[in-house]
């Protein structure tokens, strides 16, 4: 399997309140998220094979879009900043 083509399999937190000297770093597991999701998204496919035929949507393209956009989340960066914290979160 290509690198491109896989999820976030991780997330990196840091918040660093206002006035403390160091911040609070987190490492989220999100492979475990994943596997959590797998037996939804394996109940939801039916619906979406039916939706597809009954709007005549492509159905392997649609999977292969969405499976796209979700890999594209990788190496994301947010930073929020407020006057009493801030906050950095990166997808591995």
């Given at each position: 399997?290509?690198?491109e083509?896989?999820?976030?399999?991780s997330?990196?937190?840091?918040?660093?309140?206002r006035?403390?000297?160091?911040?609070?770093?987190?490492?989220?597991?999100?492979?475990?998220?994943?596997?959590?999701?797998?037996?939804?998204?394996?109940?939801?496919?039916?619906?979406?094979?039916?939706?597809?035929?009954?709007?005549?949507?492509r159905f392997?393209?649609?999977?292969?879009?969405?499976?796209?956009?979700?890999?594209?989340?990788?190496?994301?960066?947010v930073e929020?900043?407020?006057?009493?914290a801030?906050?950095?979160?990166?997808?591995?």
């Open positions: 399997m290509s690198v083509i896989l999820p976030p399999l997330a990196s937190v840091h918040v660093k309140p006035g403390w000297k160091s911040p609070i770093r987190l490492w989220l597991p999100l492979f475990l998220l994943w596997l959590l999701l797998l037996p939804l998204f394996l109940l939801i496919l039916p619906l979406l094979l039916i939706a597809c035929l009954i709007f005549g949507i392997w393209k649609s999977l292969a879009a969405f499976f796209g956009i979700l890999a594209a989340t990788r190496g994301t960066n929020v900043e407020r006057p009493s801030r906050i950095f979160i990166k997808l591995h």
